[in-house]
């Protein structure tokens, strides 16, 4: 199946997009999020995090969130593209592995988190804008205990 130019162009920078949400999350720069949603976003982490809300909500739930997290390492790839007839929107779907190293103060382990990125994409002036994100759980490997709880 041959794609336009336009495609091609419309997929780096969406792949740019899911690079650029991974690397601030993992930086902890949760204010950078802002450049890659929309300002009415909806973010779903309910079957990983048991957390859903607008960007604004993330932002705090994850400021709160990573304070257990020494360290986090977002590995995306195979990304699945579904454009609009139109061009202005899309859909994707993309593998996440992201271990992390977590903390309580007293206990450090390290667990894996296995899942899908859903994402609803809208064209802005600006250029591409994730407009919904929903987490589809796949596994968890090495949650401790105490996380349990906290977890989808």
Request: charge should be negative.
């Amino acid at each position: 199946m041959a794609i336009s130019v336009q495609e091609m162009s419309d997929r780096f920078e969406i792949q740019d997009l899911l690079v650029g949400y991974c690397y601030a999350v993992d930086s902890r720069d949760f204010d950078k999020l802002d450049d890659y949603f929309t300002t009415d976003a909806f973010i779903d982490y309910s079957e990983m995090a048991l957390f859903k809300g607008t960007l604004a909500e993330t932002k705090a739930f994850l400021t709160n969130s990573f304070k257990q997290v020494l360290a986090a390492q977002h590995v995306v790839s195979t990304t699945r593209y579904e454009f609009a007839d139109d061009g202005q929107s899309a859909k994707t779907k993309t593998v996440c592995y992201n271990p992390m190293t977590v903390t309580n103060g007293t206990e450090t382990d390290t667990m894996i988190c296995g899942l899908w990125y859903i994402h609803d994409l809208v064209r802005t002036p600006d250029g591409w804008r994730i407009a919904r994100l929903y987490e589809e759980k796949s596994y968890l490997i090495g949650v401790p205990e105490w996380l349990k709880s906290q977890m989808g």
